[in-house]
């Protein structure tokens, strides 16, 4: 399977065959699932209403059980106690145990996250061998301790110390941590600190019992809007001792661990929305077919069925995205293994290359979860509202999604300025198109006929056109503005949103194409009538966010060529009927009383 490098996306075309798609997982990751979602359906399902009355110990008790079924080991390797089933089942995993509640949501990410993988990534072997079978059996539970109250997207700015012994021994860490993830429960934190006047900060494991705190105080449960079974309290450190050999990695690299480790989150909370989703569609629908109004269902009314329709497109589109970027990493790791990197350097390098994805995709997911939960209220209506049925709770647990892994306007930033430094470092060629794209704005363009009889010929060709969009503003956009770029927020913002779309229309369109031509057209009617559906939302989009940009830092002839250039590259041919797609994918959901794909 030939993988591209990440961001380039945006320049090279992919064949369908060269992505990976939920049809393939293997016989061993279908059972996974089915065994993931059996303990969901039976330990947690039934008894959902137990997060909502932040119930800490039922959260404890099913992280316990987990951890007895092995699910808190699945990316671990064998020689720490784990399963070492790869990043796709890692993915799949997550996926599926995030689906009933977003508190075990962030309780599992937390710990099998970013709990145990900055030790697997950066810990030396001693303190992989000390601590991680611990974290993979579930005997002990960790948290990551970064954000302070001063020092929360700009992460590296943090003032918890870190200060040697005066017999060089050990560290003796003070300050304070808040929004800490599993606090209540954990035995491991990693803890961030600055050694003197360091430019960076520096990771430390730091062991945390009750019954002998060692100078650590923790706050009281944090009050929340949603996930109010995730323990999440504040965390105090007053001359904590911290043994030499337990800093991570070295001095000074707290702040790649911690971007690094967040790139993994990223992508694993694209995974966490899913099933979440899933299961509000499916609520949604049999809600609707049961509900009476007007001596009819309400899932009849077309008004109804564009919300079913759109909230399955949208999710159908995640997991598209999502399992396609995972696949990708899978297949880098895979890469540098074979050419002789540890496991431990191939995992690290596999998941910074397409840290750009990771980005996008946590901000599409979290977005996606906020809409779909939102109008699975709308679909419940006065009900939706009550804590009577499942919709509101699903609603306030979406919400943190666009909030921690870094927000959502950071990601968008991110995203684009992760892209642009592959282009200055010369990993990517950007200039070449997109001085390419602006050159062919002022040829005359071509009015022959194409043939668009072959599936997704006319949609393809409309997202390589998406893609010259972007080259073109981002390409201006450095010129114009340089170095000072950076400070143009709305503008890259903007870019980030077009990339955005553009990724998740070629997943879908790439996913659609290939589970054809394992089946056959007539059997994907459906799927294929989200991709067209989805892509006609992200042309909207696209032009919608272009435009912004364009009219906002250029002028005159200037202006006109490149508003020009976006009306040619969102042009169809041949307008697909949009109501009539949302009505076929809604009916396909109706009569099967459940969201089916």
Same mark, same amino acid.
């Given at each position: 399977?030939?993988?591209?490098?990440?961001?380039?996306?945006?320049?090279?075309?992919?064949?369908?065959?060269?992505?990976?798609?939920?049809?393939?997982?293997?016989?061993?990751?279908?059972?996974?699932?089915?065994?993931?979602?059996?303990?969901?359906?039976?330990?947690?399902?039934?008894?959902?209403?137990?997060?909502?009355?932040?119930?800490?110990?039922?959260?404890?008790?099913?992280?316990?059980?987990?951890?007895?079924?092995?699910?808190?080991? @699945?990316?671990?390797? %064998? $020689?720490?106690?784990?399963? =070492?089933?790869?990043?796709? *089942? #890692?993915?799949? &995993?997550?996926?599926?145990?995030?689906?009933?509640?977003?508190?075990?949501?962030?309780?599992?990410?937390?710990?099998?996250?970013?709990?145990?993988?900055?030790?697997?990534?950066?810990?030396?072997?001693?303190?992989?061998?000390?601590?991680?079978?611990?974290?993979?059996?579930?005997?002990?539970?960790?948290?990551?301790?970064?954000?302070?109250?001063?020092?929360?997207?700009?992460?590296?700015?943090?003032?918890?110390?870190?200060?040697?012994?005066?017999?060089?021994?050990?560290?003796?860490?003070?300050?304070?941590?808040?929004?800490?993830?599993?606090?209540?429960?954990?035995?491991?934190?990693?803890?961030?600190?600055?050694?003197?006047?360091?430019?960076?900060?520096?990771?430390?494991?730091?062991?945390?019992?009750?019954?002998?705190?060692?100078? @650590?105080?923790?706050? %009281? $449960?944090?009050?929340?809007? =949603?996930?109010?079974?995730? *323990? #999440?309290?504040? &965390?105090?450190?007053?001359?904590?001792?911290?043994?030499?050999?337990?800093?991570?990695?070295?001095?000074?690299?707290?702040?790649?661990?911690?971007?690094?480790?967040?790139?993994?989150?990223?992508?694993?909370?694209?995974?966490?929305?899913?099933?979440?989703?899933?299961?509000?569609?499916?609520?949604?629908?049999?809600?609707?077919?049961?509900?009476?109004?007007?001596?009819?269902?309400?899932?009849?009314?077309?008004?109804?069925?564009?919300?079913?329709?759109?909230?399955?497109?949208?999710?159908?589109?995640?997991?598209?995205?999502?399992?396609?970027?995972?696949?990708?990493?899978?297949?880098?790791?895979?890469?540098?293994?074979?050419?002789?990197?540890?496991?431990?350097?191939?995992?690290?390098?596999?998941?910074?290359?397409?840290?750009?994805?990771?980005?996008?995709?946590?901000?599409?997911?979290?977005?996606?979860?906020?809409?779909?939960?939102?109008?699975?209220?709308?679909?419940?209506?006065?009900?939706?509202?009550?804590?009577?049925?499942?919709?509101?709770?699903?609603?306030?647990?979406?919400?943190?999604?666009?909030?921690?892994?870094?927000?959502?306007?950071?990601?968008?930033?991110?995203?684009?300025?992760?892209?642009?430094?592959?282009?200055?470092?010369?990993?990517?060629?950007?200039?070449?198109?997109?001085?390419?794209?602006?050159?062919?704005?002022?040829?005359?363009?071509?009015?022959?006929?194409?043939?668009?009889?072959?599936?997704?010929?006319?949609?393809?060709?409309?997202?390589?056109?998406?893609?010259?969009?972007?080259?073109?503003?981002?390409?201006?956009?450095?010129?114009?503005?340089?170095?000072?770029?950076?400070?143009?927020?709305?503008?890259?913002?903007?870019?980030?949103?077009?990339?955005?779309?553009?990724?998740?229309?070629?997943?879908?369109?790439?996913?659609?194409?290939?589970?054809?031509?394992?089946?056959?057209?007539?059997?994907?009617?459906?799927?294929?009538?989200?991709?067209?559906?989805?892509?006609?939302?992200?042309?909207?989009?696209?032009?919608?966010?272009?435009?912004?940009?364009?009219?906002?830092?250029?002028?005159?002839?200037?202006?006109?060529?490149?508003?020009?250039?976006?009306?040619?590259?969102?042009?169809?041919?041949?307008?697909?009927?949009?109501?009539?797609?949302?009505?076929?994918?809604?009916?396909?959901?109706?009569?099967?009383?459940?969201?089916?794909?």
């Amino acid at each position: 399977m030939k993988t591209i490098k990440g961001g380039e996306f945006l320049l090279k075309e992919t064949k369908a065959e060269n992505i990976f798609i939920t049809e393939d997982f293997s016989e061993e990751q279908i059972m996974m699932k089915e065994s993931v979602r059996e303990f969901i359906d039976k330990e947690v399902w039934p008894q959902k209403e137990r997060f909502e009355k932040s119930d800490y110990a039922f959260t404890e008790e099913i992280m316990n059980k987990a951890g007895e079924m092995g699910f808190l080991s @699945i990316s671990v390797p %064998e $020689e720490y106690g784990g399963m =070492g089933m790869g990043f796709v *089942s #890692t993915m799949l &995993v997550c996926d599926y145990m995030s689906g009933s509640s977003g508190s075990l949501a962030t309780a599992y990410g937390a710990h099998t996250g970013i709990g145990t993988m900055p030790i697997l990534l950066y810990g030396t072997e001693e303190q992989k061998k000390k601590y991680v079978p611990k974290l993979a059996s579930g005997e002990w539970f960790g948290s990551y301790c970064l954000t302070e109250p001063g020092a929360g997207s700009d992460a590296n700015s943090g003032k918890t110390k870190a200060v040697l012994s005066e017999d060089d021994k050990h560290y003796l860490i003070n300050g304070q941590k808040m929004w800490i993830s599993n606090a209540g429960f954990c035995s491991l934190m990693i803890v961030f600190a600055r050694i003197e006047n360091d430019k960076n900060i520096t990771a430390f494991i730091v062991e945390y019992d009750s019954e002998n705190p060692n100078g @650590i105080t923790l706050g %009281e $449960e944090e009050h929340k809007l =949603g996930i109010k079974a995730s *323990s #999440t309290r504040q &965390v105090f450190y007053n001359d904590t001792i911290v043994p030499l050999e337990n800093m991570l990695s070295e001095r000074g690299k707290g702040f790649k661990i911690a971007l690094n480790s967040l790139n993994i989150g990223r992508i694993k909370l694209a995974a966490a929305c899913l099933d979440a989703c899933r299961r509000v569609i499916t609520e949604a629908v049999k809600y609707s077919n049961e509900r009476k109004q007007f001596n009819t269902a309400i899932a009849n009314f077309g008004a109804i069925q564009y919300k079913i329709a759109e909230m399955a497109t949208k999710t159908f589109v995640t997991e598209s995205g999502s399992y396609r970027a995972a696949k990708d990493i899978q297949n880098k790791i895979d890469e540098y293994v074979a050419s002789g990197s540890s496991l431990q350097e191939a995992e690290l390098k596999g998941v910074e290359e397409y840290a750009i994805e990771c980005a996008l995709l946590k901000v599409y997911a979290s977005e996606m979860a906020q809409y779909v939960t939102d109008e699975g209220i709308q679909i419940f209506g006065g009900m939706g509202f009550s804590q009577d049925t499942p919709m509101e709770s699903a609603w306030r647990d979406a919400r943190i999604g666009r909030i921690y892994e870094g927000t959502n306007e950071i990601n968008r930033l991110l995203s684009v300025g992760m892209l642009l430094k592959k282009a200055f470092k010369g990993e990517l060629d950007l200039i070449s198109p997109a001085m390419e794209v602006v050159n062919n704005l002022m040829a005359i363009p071509s009015f022959e006929t194409l043939d668009y009889s072959e599936l997704f010929s006319e949609e393809k060709e409309l997202l390589n056109n998406l893609k010259k969009i972007f080259l073109m503003i981002a390409g201006k956009a450095v010129e114009t503005f340089g170095i000072d770029l950076e400070q143009e927020q709305q503008i890259i913002s903007s870019a980030s949103d077009i990339m955005i779309q553009i990724y998740m229309a070629e997943s879908t369109i790439l996913k659609v194409e290939k589970l054809v031509s394992k089946t056959t057209e007539n059997e994907c009617k459906v799927q294929i009538a989200m991709a067209k559906l989805n892509l006609y939302n992200a042309v909207e989009e696209i032009n919608t966010k272009g435009k912004e940009a364009i009219i906002s830092f250029t002028t005159s002839d200037e202006q006109k060529m490149l508003l020009m250039g976006l009306k040619r590259f969102t042009k169809y041919t041949n307008y697909p009927n949009i109501i009539a797609l949302r009505r076929l994918i809604a009916q396909k959901i109706i009569d099967e009383n459940q969201y089916c794909f």
